[in-house]
């Protein structure tokens, strides 16, 4: 089958969110201004049933010609990456081969065979095949349109035949369906506020909460002008001037109105500074990990002690008051995260995330640590699971670059050139 790349669905959509499901995927769809994985789930949904040894049940093969869109397009997470897991995750892709650009009419973009089934040999159980044919092409005579190159007889032979054999070479390669998932943490680090009474910020301030003048002449009174480092201790002495105001001056409004109060007056006091303490958002007391299902189909290494693996969650543990009581339990610092800081790493499915972030995060940033509130919405692990298959990556072949001395030739060459035709001019 060969759809029209990027098609568009958008009329189709009433029609399409009635159905229940494709023959079992119920997840999300991909963007309404591209249609092809929608076109393949159709097909799939199509497929007839297979079991072993029944003629009854013989189960089902397909083709398709999609550009290189769906093989990438989309992240973790999205209608995309969705389908492809949901396609991988059930064993049903078998092969991708990638075909030369300039094969079809109406596009010369470079196009890629996608064969999936529901009847994969045993051979092939838990593998998919990529088979590079993109230098494979002979060239037309004439073109047609944007058609200028086509697949003859020898190398459709030979892209069989290495399918057929499902080995490594330099233009086949086998992988485990795992080998394309990962997943996607967030990466968080500490907000760092420094605190300073400015004559700008005063006017910042009272242009907006005209009614705190008293009171904020007081906060200077009490902590001077000076910047100061730590946020939590500014934040606690401020607290501590307010609840000590004469009843004759205004302190924070009650409910909505002080809250917002309270943030104007971090905003226009506070800066962002690297040398400063992290802000804490919360103390709380430290409740067991449940690692099976932080961790899903992970082993934590052992040389990663309880105290560590709580840091690398943001939960920063210090001792209870009360001792910890024979459990160890005690209260853990959370620190406010960073919006301008938070950043993505893809994980490989098949490593554990724990020592990922400690061998590719800490050593470069000691105090990140992994969002816990980003989870997959399938098996409830750290992370969003999400799928992609990156022709490129895996068909690299370095070449090296052309040694200086020629390219400074080349470069004198053009220049005396240039300068030779300026000179025809001006002449």
Known sequence: ??????????????????????????????????GALLFLLYMMSKFQDYKSGDRDKPGSRAA?????????????????SEIRRWIIERDQLEAIVALPEQMFYNTGIGTFIWVVTNRKADHRKGKIQLIDARERYTTMKRSLGDKRRYLDQAALDAVTREHGACADSKTSRV??????????????????????ITDEAR??????CPDLFDALQAVQDELGNEPLLDWNQA????????????????????????????????????TVDPEAAPVIAKHHKVAPL??????????????????????????????????????????????EPDPALKDAENI??????????LREVRPYVADAWIDRETLDEQDGGLGKVGYEINFNRVFFQYQPPRPLHEIDAELAAVEKRILC???EVTQ
């Open 235 to 270: 934040w606690d002495a401020i607290q501590q001037v307010f609840r000590t105001l004469p009843d004759d001056v205004e302190g924070w409004a009650k409910g909505a109105k002080g809250t917002v109060q309270k943030k104007i007056f971090r905003d226009c006091f506070t």
């Open 348 to 357: 490989p499915l098949k490593e554990d995330i724990a020592s990922y972030v």
């Open 203 to 208: 006017e910042r301030f009272l242009n907006t």
């Open 64 to 80: 398709i010609v999609f550009n290189g869109s769906p093989l990438f397009t989309g992240s973790a997470g999205s209608g995309e």
């Open 1 to 34: 089958a060969n759809p029209p790349f990027g098609v568009d669905w958008k009329a189709e959509r009433k029609v399409i969110d009635r159905w229940p499901n494709f023959r079992g995927y119920s997840g999300k769809l991909p963007r309404i201004n591209d």
């Open 290 to 335: 449940d690692r099976a299902a932080l961790f899903p189909g992970q082993t934590v290494p052992v040389d990663i002690n309880k105290d560590e693996l709580y840091a690398l969650l943001g939960l920063h543990k210090i001792p209870s008051p009360r001792g910890g009581g024979a459990r160890g339990e005690g209260v853990c610092i959370e620190y």
């Open 175 to 196: 992988f485990d369906n795992t080998d394309f998932g990962y997943r996607r943490i967030s990466v968080l680090r500490p907000l760092r506020l420094r605190f300073q």
């Open 421 to 423: 035709l300026l000179s």
